[in-house]
């Protein structure tokens, strides 16, 4: 089974990322606005017993945090992605540190971990510039509290739905 592991953002930075991604971002239905911080991966049954302690241990060294939405940007031209940008990526990198190390390590990442809102993705160059230049020029200043983080898995319709919340409790 896939599993993977995300911050949701508050329902005010929700409601806004998903008036942009009804229209651009084919994952729209599959998966409420997030943060990744794993990527999905193939878990054994196995794997799974023997993360969750490690998930657990991450969520008692590390405090809830705020995160600042200031911008939207994009990953062009390495992906055609445009996304909700933070103001401050260092208490998302901490997060994401704390959980990908050890044996959660992710060893064939293939770019360095930018936290981020996706609202857009899989555009060709034309939309991206396009949607790039409408947002681009609308000011963004949204907070969000971040206290918990998800264990997810997909469900064979290809959906996302929690499988396990951790508390930030240090």
């Known amino acids: 089974m896939k599993f993977g592991i995300a911050v949701f953002p508050s329902k005010e930075i929700q409601d806004l990322a998903n008036s942009y991604r009804k229209r651009y971002d084919p994952h729209y239905s599959l998966i409420q606005p997030h943060l990744t911080i794993r990527e999905k991966e193939d878990w054994s049954e196995e794997q799974l017993r023997h993360t969750i302690p490690k998930l657990e241990r991450a969520a008692e060294a590390l405090a809830p945090f705020t995160i600042h939405f200031n911008r939207f940007s994009s990953f062009y031209p390495v992906n055609n992605v445009v996304y909700m940008a933070l103001s401050d ?58 206290d918990r983080f998800h264990l997810l898995y997909q469900t064979e319709n290809g959906a996302w739905t929690a499988h396990q919340s951790f508390l930030l409790r240090g």
């Open 89 to 146: 990526t260092e208490p998302m990198k901490r997060l994401y540190e704390t959980i990908c190390s050890e044996e959660l390590a992710e060893v064939k990442r293939a770019y360095s971990y930018t936290p981020h809102l996706t609202i857009g993705q899989e555009m060709n160059s034309d939309e991206l510039h396009d949607v790039l230049a409408s947002v681009k020029a609308k000011p963004l200043d949204l907070s969000s509290r971040i």
